[in-house]
């Protein structure tokens, strides 16, 4: 079986490649930002977290093992890095959803929904308005619910990649992303947000994104 591009990447990676390293960087480090600022809520917090991650990865990639796929085994780190900043947090500090994210590369945007061109000013302020209000609602989560919420339902990660990354079993997977969305409904409904123009995207059910 021929080896993925990931795995030759990793490989020469694991012998001291930085070149090789900074490949598979680039190739996740737009998905990993834009999970970290789902799971801290703050971009702020999202690029220090990211780039937390990725010199833990840069640490620790002599000793992966290649159990799972480089990926997954990435985004364990960031959800570590996620956890980790979380705890430490003191308060909530607020950033607009309009702001773009800094990278090596320079400006990207945030994976928000792009407003129909036969939008008005009222629509686009409004869709705005339900992003802040849906992003409002998963920073109420509990960190258990909120990332399972996050990987499968704006990521579009399986329950089993889910499973692998949190080191879980299938079923508790399923009975938290279950209370997540519950949660959600719920938030969503005292908001009057049960039928929004935007509320999320995975891979299967496909919306506008966030």
């Keep these: ?4 591009l990931d795995d030759l ?3 020469r990676a694991k012998r001291g490649d930085v070149e090789a390293f900074e490949q598979l960087i680039s190739q996740y480090e737009k998905k ?6 789902r799971l801290t809520g703050n971009i702020e917090d999202a690029m220090d977290v990211a ?6 990865a840069y ?3 002599p000793e992966f093992r290649g159990d799972s796929s480089f990926a997954t085994w990435l985004f364990r780190i960031v959800h570590n890095a996620c956890l980790d900043e979380l705890r430490k947090r003191k308060r909530q500090r607020v950033t607009s959803l309009d702001e773009p994210v800094q990278s090596s590369d320079g400006e990207m945007e945030r994976q928000l929904a792009v407003a129909n061109s036969s939008d008005g000013p009222e629509e686009a302020l409004e869709r705005v308005e339900v992003q802040r209000a849906v992003q409002e609602s998963i920073n109420a989560l509990d960190e258990e619910y909120r990332i399972v919420i996050v990987m499968r339902d704006i990521q579009g990660y399986s329950y089993n990649e889910i499973a692998e990354t949190l080191g879980i079993n ?17 938030m969503f409904g005292r908001r009057e947000l049960l039928e929004p123009k ?9 919306t506008h994104e966030l």
């Design 1 to 4: 079986m021929s080896k993925s």
């Design 9 to 11: 990447l990793v490989e």
């Design 32 to 37: 990993v930002v834009n999970t970290a600022y």
């Design 51 to 56: 780039q937390e991650a990725f010199i833990r």
């Design 59 to 61: 640490s620790s990639i």
């Design 170 to 186: 299938l079923g508790t997977v399923k009975s938290r992303l279950n209370r997540a969305r519950n949660a959600l409904k719920e």
């Design 198 to 206: 935007v509320v999320y995207s995975g891979r299967r059910r496909r």
